[in-house]
């Protein structure tokens, strides 16, 4: 087993049911995979989940630095907790901060019969 930092993940891997992200939150996905170790989080609006790789494209830092704090204080954007950069939820793109013109790495995720799956 390998302890490389991976930025993907195949298709199908089951995170849990939608309820383990709280609707308007996010949260932290660590996967221990034969070819190394993946951190992503997904963020949950509702029906829709959004997934992306945990690391900002400033320097390369996961963007949270307490456990599933990834959100803005009024949940609407995504925040990098060590350079302040922001990001929109939909896309990743970064609207403001050291990496704006940049985006985050997506982590295909969906929702099927309920279950948060890797796409």
């Known amino acids: 087993m390998s302890d490389e930092r991976l930025t993907a993940t195949p298709a199908g891997i089951s995170l849990?049911?939608?309820?383990?992200?709280?609707?308007?939150?996010?949260?932290?996905?660590?996967?221990?995979m034969?070819?190394?170790?993946?951190?992503?989080?997904?963020?949950?609006?509702?029906?829709?989940?959004?997934?992306?790789?945990?690391?900002?494209?400033?320097?390369?830092?996961?963007?949270?630095?307490?456990?599933?704090?990834?959100?803005?204080?009024?949940?609407?954007?995504?925040?990098?907790?060590?350079?302040?950069?922001i990001f929109d939820i939909d896309d990743g793109d970064c609207l403001g901060g050291p990496c704006k013109g940049q985006r985050l790495t997506p982590w295909p995720v969906t929702l099927r019969d309920g279950m948060i799956v890797t796409a």
Not at 16 to 32: K, Y
Not at 57 to 64: F, K, Q, T, V, Y
């Open 34 to 85: 034969r070819a190394g170790r993946f951190h992503g989080f997904v963020v949950r609006r509702g029906d829709a989940v959004h997934g992306y790789v945990d690391r900002c494209p400033h320097m390369g830092l996961p963007l949270a630095q307490m456990l599933d704090a990834y959100l803005t204080p009024d949940g609407g954007r995504i925040a990098c907790s060590w350079h302040g950069a």
């Open 16 to 32: 849990g049911p939608v309820e383990t992200v709280a609707d308007g939150a996010a949260r932290n996905f660590v996967l221990q």
